[in-house]
Every structure is written in C-alpha cells, then in structure tokens.
C-alpha cells in the first residue's frame, strides 16, 4: 500500500493520542516524523513510537521530513504560524483545536491554504465520536422530534501542560480549551445554522493563583432556528473527566455519556494504575473506561481526514468551522465582560479573545 506520509508537530497528551490512532486505527497512513522544541524530549517519543524521524525545528519537519500532512498538536499560540508555513510546503493540515488565538489569524491561515491548494482539517473529535454520532442519527430519523435546546459539557480539574494556564500562549482558560467542543457540536448538530446571539458567565474558582484564566465557564447559544443552546465547561471538577450531551425535543430526549457511560464502575482499597483521564486516584469508587480514544472519536476523526487526503475529497470539518467557533468564543468573552448578550456576527481587534473578559473596564473594542 501506497501510504499517506504524516509528520506530527507536538510530542504531549494529544499527540500520544493521535499516535495511537495511526497505529491502530489508520494504517493508510505513516506517521515519518515528529516535532518537539525539546531534542530530548522529540527523540524519545521518536523512539517509543517507532518513528523514523525527530526534529527540534518545526519548519525542518515540515519541509524535509517528506510529509504529506502535517498533523499540528501544538500549543495554541503556534496553530497560525504552523499552518502558514506547512501551507507555503504544499502540505496539507490537521489542525488540533482551537482553530488559532485571533480571528484574524483564522482567516489567514485559511487564504493561505486556500491559495496552495491544501486542505485545512478542523479536528474537532466530538462530530465523530460514536455515541454522539449515533444520537445524531437518531435526531435526522425523527426520533425526538423537533431539536428545541442542546446541552454539553466538558470537566475535569485541569489542564495537562504549564502553557494552557498562560493566556498569553492559549488565548483564554477553559472556554479555550474545552468549550470549542460543544461550540462546534451545536453547529455540527444544527447543519452550521448561524448564530443569532451569545451570552456567558464565567469566573476563576480552583486556580486562582496559577492563571488569570476562566477556570469555569456557562455559554448560552441563541440560533437563529430558534434551538437554545446550553455549554458547560470547567477545569474545577475533581473526579476525572467528565464528557455528556443532552437533546431535548419536542418528542423526546436523548443523554449520551462519553467517559462514564463507557467504563466499568470500579471499588478498589489500594487503587491501580489508570482509570480515565484526569483522574487523580483509583482508591474507592471509580470508572475505569474501555477504549478512552475510540470513545472519543479520534480514531474516526483522522481517518476520514486520512481519506480525504488520499481521496480528494472535502473535509466534513474545516478551518471555516474552526472560524464560526472561535468568533463564537470571542463573543462569550465579550458577553461575560460586558455582562450582556452579545449578537452576531462580532469581531473585536483584540491581541487575545480573553481580553475581551479580562479587560472588559476599557471599552474600545466595543460596536
């Protein structure tokens, strides 16, 4: 087999999880190289994964590893430049989430791949994970009837690496990093139907003294179809991850339940080695998961990215996507500064979306 040649940008949690998938899930693709700004660091996730090359240059490793795709699983302050580069090469993108910290580096990286001619992939797993696919083909059958509110949420009790809580390097605190997820799901669910408005509230509760980021987060979506839409996010939760959705209808409801629906409830006096993500201790009660990654959709997710590569086909999530959720998330910052409901379309000419909360006493950037 002719094979797809993928270098990863990253050596953290979720590029330990793309690995995963290529190597169980996707054997028509190869993953030839990975980047890590440490050389120790790259050359032993090199090593454990049987990749062929390592590089302490991220332009080096796009541009001389060979690759087809550059599978980007970086820090969010890097998504743009990344992508800017790996599109001058000619290669194509896989982008983890969120899409960039600005809009307006959103819209150049997706002219810049517009005019190389390479496909930006907007990995936002929760449009693949199996569980919340099925519910959303129970929802086209009619099974519930008319969609009149969505809800999901994302918790746990923190992020796993130092620069999700400098929000000069993610752009923003949990709403950042976990609440894309149901920002994207809504539209995924609803066919990207617009946005009529957005509403939020946010405060920092659990890590005061180690980030001026949102530690918890609740983010209303008005749609202009008339479908409320409800987020929760947190990173205050203890007890290990804690993933669900809920579809409310006018003939039915439907819950799904990523990560405690999929285990084995668990009492151990001594504990043992890994029940889900986050999870601080095993002792006592606990959900130990089966199949974490597949659960969650990345296996599918990068497959079908794989298949459109290899097939020239469009991506089912793109960097417009990754676009309508990040204006999405500037609008919640904005709300939870103003304290009002903020419509759409907004932009703000800010350096980061978290400056539209952090300093909401100066109002230039208001329409």
Excluded at 292 to 297: K, S
């Amino acid at each position: 087999m002719n094979r797809t040649k993928v270098a990863i940008l990253g050596a953290g949690f979720i590029s330990d999880i793309h690995l995963e998938c290529y190597h169980r899930f996707i054997p028509e693709a190869e993953v030839v190289a990975v980047y890590a700004r440490n050389p120790e660091k790259a050359q032993a996730f090199a090593e454990k994964h049987h990749i062929p090359q390592w590089y302490d240059d991220y332009e080096k490793a796009i541009r001389e590893s060979g690759c087809e795709v550059v599978d980007i699983c970086l820090p969010n302050f890097l998504h743009a430049k990344a992508t800017l580069i790996a599109a001058d090469a000619h290669k194509h993108i896989i982008i983890e989430k969120p899409l960039a910290v600005t809009l307006a580096e959103a819209d150049a990286m997706i002219a810049a791949c517009e005019q190389n001619g390479v496909k930006l992939m907007y990995a936002e797993e929760l449009c693949f994970a199996p569980k919340y696919e099925r519910a959303r083909h129970l929802v086209k059958e009619g099974a519930v009837g008319e969609i009149y509110m969505l809800k999901q949420s994302e918790k746990h009790s923190g992020p796993h690496s130092d620069w999700f809580y400098d929000v000069n390097l993610s752009g923003g605190g949990v709403l950042m990093d976990m609440g894309c997820h149901a920002l994207g799901w809504f539209r995924w669910m609803l066919g990207n139907a617009p946005v009529a408005s957005v509403y939020a509230t946010m405060s920092t509760v659990l890590h005061k003294g180690r980030t001026q980021g949102e530690d918890n987060s609740v983010v209303i979506v008005e749609f202009k179809n008339g479908v409320t839409c409800i987020a929760e996010d947190s990173w205050a939760k203890h007890g290990g991850m804690d993933d669900r959705s809920e579809i409310y209808g006018t003939g039915g409801v439907i819950y799904a339940d990523l990560f405690m629906g999929n285990s084995a409830v668990t009492y151990s006096k001594n504990g043992y080695g890994y029940a889900m993500e986050k999870a601080d201790t095993t002792q006592g009660w606990s959900f130990t998961v089966f199949e974490e990654v597949f659960n969650q959709g990345y296996p599918h997710e990068l497959k079908h990215f794989i298949e459109c590569v290899r097939e020239d086909k469009t991506p089912l999530v793109t960097g417009e996507d990754g676009r309508a959720v990040l204006e999405i998330i500037y609008a919640a910052y904005a709300s939870a500064g103003a304290g009002k409901k903020i419509s759409l379309p907004f932009t703000a000419d800010v350096a980061k979306p978290i400056d539209l909360w952090l300093n909401s006493s100066i109002n230039s950037w208001m329409w």
